[in-house]
């Protein structure tokens, strides 16, 4: 990680050299000879990364044909740039048993697992990545200020990719473009993860020194090992063949009856504790939405299958990826049990900024992109506040701006729990909305706040078709 100016003049230097070779041979989205190598010092192999797995006690044994059956739950299965379709079966039954997998692929063959991860990946051309801010503004090589809290960044500032791919979730990114999309993502699926990276070039020799790419090459192996001593990964690059089956018939696995049923108790438990207030209202606001979603994810859009396929035993025991709605399920409620409203705390938010800066003819926006706290505190009191009694006025104004203040402090819905551990109590709740309606009923906007609480955009819910 950069520290002083010495750093960072230094990093500024190495990775204006890396660049500049990896432009002059000519990276583009197709494969060049030697790519990926993992014996190769060369600019484009993976002899360095591999040296740093291994120093960090992640053991990497590449091989071109990998048998399921000598693979253990307790193993990482590394995949890098695949050129023949992947075994989404049994990558499938290893991650939901446990296993733990990362996928670094930007063109590769790749989709099939990716969809069954509910995760979409386009391939724009480098000019039309959704982003901001390039290395000497080379639309190829996108820089990302990392923000957040997650195992995966810890001490990571930037990151320095190499002509990627974006790939979507409904769930935030780990690593996010400006605009739209995820760069990482790491997503949870049955009792293991998959980390997807959606750049295998972060990892070749030239781009690893550059930025904070190692730091977080590093933390990818503590995470996927559990720094568990003796780690032992399996490395799959470019072209490779599978045989054998992971694992073998387990009449104790939690099957899709006992996995609803669970979860409808974990529900039925949760209702229990919820207060008897008018936090009901937009808790189930937020639980619709996010059902509806869910199911979404669950039982996708598509034709109807012969019904033989369902009775087949890869299918028993399939586990829906962690979206969304389960993500912040798992984050509901705290270890010492209670609730978190973090995330319809969120959305209040969310549909308090977009009635409100409507009004200025600010939204769409970012927050970088409009005028401070104070400016737009007395925007409103020169737009709304004129004809009100001056001491009247002057309370108006500083209370706009301390809820602008407070609502600064809330992440986005999509990264709630990725870049806060904040907690929202029931109370804490209550009290935002009613200083929200407040302020609205001000501006002549509670009703259209009513409806927009009450009514559920069938655009959000409709189901993605595959």
């Known amino acids: 990680m950069i520290s002083d100016d010495v750093g960072s003049y230094w990093n500024a230097r190495l990775l204006a050299c890396a660049v500049l070779l990896v432009g002059l041979v000519g990276v583009s989205s197709s494969v060049l000879a030697g790519d990926f190598d993992t014996a190769s010092q060369e600019w484009n192999g993976l002899a360095d990364v591999v040296a740093l797995a291994q120093d960090e006690g992640l053991e990497l044994n590449e091989v071109h044909t990998l048998d399921w059956r000598e693979v253990s739950a307790d193993d990482v299965v590394v995949v890098v740039y695949p050129t023949t379709e992947l075994d989404v079966a049994n990558l499938t039954r290893f991650v939901i048993d446990g296993g733990r997998v990362l996928l670094a692929d930007d063109f590769g063959m790749s989709p099939s697992f990716l969809e069954r991860l509910s995760i979409q990946r386009t391939e724009p051309d480098a000019q039309q990545l959704p982003h901001g801010e390039f290395v000497d503004d080379h639309p190829g090589w996108p820089r990302f200020s990392v923000r957040g809290e997650h195992s995966l960044i810890g001490d990571v500032d930037e990151v320095v990719a190499n002509y990627p791919a974006v790939i979507h979730n409904v769930g935030g990114a780990v690593v996010s473009y400006d605009d739209d999309g995820g760069l990482i993502y790491d997503m949870m699926l049955g009792q293991g993860r998959a980390v997807v990276v959606a750049d295998p070039g972060i990892f070749i020799n030239a781009m690893l020194p550059v930025a904070d790419n190692r730091q977080l090459a590093k933390n990818m192996i503590h995470y996927l090992c559990e720094d568990v001593e003796g780690c032992t990964g399996w490395l799959l690059v470019d072209e490779f063949a599978t045989t054998g089956m992971y694992g073998e018939a387990d009449t104790t696995r939690e099957g899709v009856a006992e996995q609803v049923q669970r979860f409808n108790e974990r529900m039925g438990e949760l209702f229990d504790d919820l207060p008897n207030s008018d936090l009901l209202y937009f808790l189930a606001l ?54 978190n409203y973090a995330l319809p705390v969120a959305i209040l938010k969310e549909s308090f900024e977009e009635l409100f800066l409507e009004q200025f003819d600010l939204w769409p926006s970012k927050p970088g992109e409009r005028p401070s706290v104070k400016g737009l505190a007395q925007r409103f009191d020169e737009q709304f506040c004129q004809g009100v009694a001056p001491a ?68 959000h819910l409709r189901p993605r078709r595959r």
């Open 286 to 339: 937020f639980l619709a939405l996010g059902t509806l979603a869910y199911l979404a994810t669950v039982f996708p859009w598509r034709r109807a299958r012969l019904l033989s396929e369902y009775f087949d035993r890869y299918r028993r025991d399939l586990s829906p990826p962690l979206t969304e709605f389960d993500w912040n399920m798992e984050r509901f409620i705290e270890p010492d049990g209670r609730i």
């Open 392 to 459: 009247t006025r002057k309370k108006r104004r500083i209370q706009v701006e301390q809820l602008l203040t407070d609502l600064a402090t809330v992440p986005s819905r999509h990264r709630v729990f990725l870049e806060s551990d904040e907690y929202f109590s029931a109370r804490d709740m209550i009290r935002l909305h009613r200083r929200i309606y407040e302020v609205l009923e001000w501006m002549g906007l509670q009703e259209a706040y009513e409806r927009r609480t009450r009514e559920i955009d069938t655009r």
